[in-house]
């Protein structure tokens, strides 16, 4: 099993150019999720999803969009990239148990905006 | 809102027990989670507890007093490899979990 797979690993942006980070996850988990995080930060959620079909914003959305017409995939989208979006994007997925039983992880895309 | 206080840095030597510890501010609580993260990897899940009391999972265990709030990680024979971040997180709702700031663990030989 790969488990949670994002790419890129790495990307530099201009300011106002638009971008897609890519998830997909083989492990069939309803719950799908997007954090980022700051410099000695902890994780800040952006949206998340429950099913194919069904995406809700967490704490920070602004700038951003996503979608999930299928299980597997949760891609999201960054329009007219900022600064302020420079951060460390984490994909992660749960089963249909909810939060609490574990979520797994991407290995992340580290977004620099310039 | 949620918001969860941990410290920000713990050194221990190798070998020595360490406790980190947790307090939450939540609306509504399902139960409180710990990850670990080693620098620039990915978070990987440790524990969770939804009731009082301690759960132990090799050399770490992971408490929680419902009542005061108030949860701690507890680690054990400490590695060098233990070296990590590590944050707690509260599920306030059924499908998501908002993350403490981390407390950086140095274990030194």
């Known amino acids: 099993n790969a488990g949670v797979t994002q790419t890129p690993k790495f990307r530099i942006l201009k300011i106002g150019q638009s971008m897609t980070l890519q998830c997909t996850q083989d492990m069939n988990h309803n719950y799908m999720y997007w954090y980022r995080q700051d410099p000695g930060m902890g994780l800040k959620l952006i949206y998340y999803?429950?099913?194919?079909?069904?995406?809700d914003k967490g704490e920070v959305p602004n700038g951003y969009n996503v979608s999930r017409s299928t299980t597997e995939d949760f891609p999201l989208r960054l329009e007219l990239a900022a600064p302020s979006q420079t951060s460390v994007y984490f994909c992660a997925s749960t089963n249909g148990q909810g939060a609490n039983y574990g979520y797994t992880f991407g290995s992340g895309t580290r977004l620099t905006v310039v | 809102g949620q918001s969860l206080e941990q410290p920000s840095e713990v050194t221990a030597v190798e070998g020595a027990i360490v406790q980190i510890n947790c307090t939450y501010q939540?609306?509504?609580?399902?139960?409180l989670s710990w990850y670990q993260q080693h620098d620039g990897g990915a978070p990987t899940f440790l524990s969770y507890?939804?009731?009082?009391g301690l759960e132990e999972t090799g050399r770490f265990s992971s408490f929680l007093s419902r009542s005061d709030s108030y949860g701690y990680l507890l680690l054990q024979e400490l590695q060098m490899k233990d070296s990590a971040s590590y944050f707690c997180a509260v599920a306030s709702g059924y499908s998501t979990l908002t993350f403490g700031k981390g407390t950086m663990l140095l274990v030194s030989p």
């Open positions: 507890n939804a009731l009082d």
């Open positions: 999803s429950v099913g194919a079909g069904i995406t």
């Open positions: 939540t609306s509504g609580f399902y139960g």
